[in-house]
């Protein structure tokens, strides 16, 4: 993931990217059902939040926060997916490559979200990476997509401090450290 070129700029879109539009009737959508996910309705969500996001080159939203940054993405066929996809800014040695992954697994032994993995730098560096996806096909009304940022967010931060506290150390079996 390459940070955007000018992070931190609340609520503007960068010159040239394509912007979205009022939001446009959905035909396929029966009436009474909440809206579908959208890019716009998540850049709604991270506004009153007092984090310092953004809105790359491509019309997707993201955010650096405690070491980690993340992109928001509307995944799947129909943008129906609301998808954090996040990686710390931090790489560990190959060396600890091991430990890390008997971390992650520690990790998903306690925990639903988000789901933990690893990736291999060009330079043969190992960097912590996490997503946390759900599917709201049914559509989604502003306060649930709040939430659902808001647990994202959470989880997100959760999953990495464990890295921050002892990134070589798996946590016992039944708790953490």
Do not use: K
Request: a negative charge; glycine letters at 8%; proline letters at 12%.
């Amino acid at each position: 993931m390459t940070p955007p070129s000018e992070p931190g700029r609340n609520a503007e879109w960068p010159s040239g990217a394509p912007r979205p539009g009022p939001p446009q009737p959905e035909p396929h959508r029966p009436a009474g059902m909440p809206p579908a996910l959208s890019a716009q309705r998540i850049v709604q969500a991270l506004q009153p939040m007092s984090i310092y996001w953004f809105v790359d080159h491509t019309s997707t939203p993201g955010f650096y926060w405690h070491g980690a940054f993340t992109t928001i993405h509307c995944a799947g066929e129909n943008g129906q997916i609301l998808s954090f996809q996040s990686e710390s800014s931090w790489t560990a040695p190959v060396s600890e490559l091991h430990a890390i992954r008997d971390r992650i697994e520690h990790w998903h032994l306690e925990h639903s979200w988000p789901r933990g993995f690893y990736s291999i730098t060009d330079e043969g560096g190992v960097r912590v990476c996490a997503d946390y996806s759900v599917d709201l096909s049914a559509g989604v009304t502003d306060e649930q997509l709040t939430v659902h940022v808001r647990c994202a967010i959470g989880t997100l931060l959760d999953f990495f401090a464990e890295f921050r506290r002892h990134p070589a150390d798996p946590p016992p079996l039944g708790g953490t450290t």
